[in-house]
């Protein structure tokens, strides 16, 4: 017990863990749980995104959605190797869940995790029904994912920390590339209605991706050193960002 003090003591005051073997077991939980919900986001974001790659309207968007899925699979690789040095199987992880797998459109989720054993963040659960609505869930979802991972990126387990270091540059041109198809599409005569349209649906999924504000394992996570600031800062940050970019729009 006074080990475990000592340790959650040196986390507080900053300090890092670089093994699992040094890592307590509701530590190694947490930690789980967090690299989990990313690896498992990723996964199913690159499966739902290569369903619509031959709907891009030429060879440079679809060589861009290529692109973002090849990407985010290695993303989630990259981690989930790091998890397997906790005792994940890797191979009967990959397979077990199917990816494509989602909901109706019309169904709403909520902030209520729906696990059964997959992890992935509730957005990956709806469906994408158009080449305009992959572009709008990529560029909302792409910047909440760059705010997400630049506050995971300093967590206390250095390994994951160093992966997120070098995952988010690549997230964040995901956001960019999104961005751009965006003002594409703003291009198109008769097409920001749709836009807005598609938007509005994407907010609330993609904001309840920030957790409830009330989190009660925020604190712990905190004291652990896998988290800094509140659910609630990192969707006021999001939050600011879409409404700058809708006014961009028009």
């Given at each position: 017990m006074?080990d475990?003090?000592?340790l959650l003591?040196?986390?507080?005051?900053?300090g890092r863990i670089?093994s699992p073997d040094?890592?307590?077991?509701?530590?190694?939980?947490e930690?789980?749980?967090?690299?989990?919900?990313?690896v498992d986001?990723?996964?199913?974001?690159a499966?739902?995104f290569?369903d619509?790659i031959?709907?891009?309207?030429?060879?440079?968007e679809?060589?861009?959605?290529?692109?973002i899925v090849?990407e985010?699979l290695?993303h989630?690789?990259?981690?989930?190797k790091?998890?397997?040095e906790?005792?994940?199987?890797?191979?009967?992880?990959?397979a077990?869940?199917p990816w494509?797998?989602?909901?109706?459109?019309?169904?709403d989720?909520?902030?209520?995790r729906?696990?059964a054993?997959d992890?992935?963040?509730?957005?990956?659960?709806?469906p994408?029904?158009s080449?305009?609505?992959?572009?709008?869930?990529?560029?909302?979802?792409?910047?909440?994912t760059v705010?997400?991972l630049t506050e995971?990126?300093?967590?206390s387990y250095?390994p994951?920390a160093d992966?997120f270091l070098e995952?988010?540059p690549r997230e964040?041109r995901?956001?960019?590339?999104?961005?751009?198809?965006l003002?594409?599409l703003v291009e198109?005569?008769?097409a920001?209605g749709d836009?807005?349209?598609l938007?509005?649906?994407?907010r609330?999924?993609?904001?309840a991706?920030?957790?409830?504000?009330d989190?009660?394992?925020f604190?712990?996570?905190?004291?652990?050193?896998l988290?800094?600031e509140k659910?609630?800062?990192l969707?006021?940050?999001w939050t600011?960002w879409?409404?700058?970019?809708l006014?961009s729009?028009g």
């Open positions: 006074s475990d003090i000592s003591d040196y986390l507080e005051r900053g670089a040094n890592a307590p077991a509701r530590y190694r939980a930690l789980m749980r967090i690299m989990a919900s990313f986001s990723e996964l199913a974001g499966a739902g290569a619509l031959n709907e891009g309207p030429g060879v440079v679809r060589i861009v959605a290529a692109r090849l985010k290695g989630g690789e990259r981690v989930l790091i998890m397997g906790f005792g994940a199987d890797q191979g009967r992880y990959f077990a869940h494509c797998a989602r909901i109706e459109r019309n169904e989720l909520g902030a209520e729906r696990v054993g992890m992935r963040l509730n957005v990956f659960h709806y994408l029904k080449w305009a609505d992959a572009v709008v869930m990529n560029t909302l979802m792409g910047k909440a705010i997400q995971l990126s300093y967590c250095q994951l992966a995952i988010l964040e995901h956001a960019d590339l999104g961005r751009e198809g003002d594409r198109q005569e008769g920001a836009i807005r349209a938007a509005e649906y994407w609330p999924r993609v904001a991706s920030f957790g409830g504000a989190s009660q394992r604190d712990l996570l905190k004291r652990f050193g988290r800094r659910n609630e800062a969707l006021a940050e600011g879409l409404d700058e970019l006014a729009l």
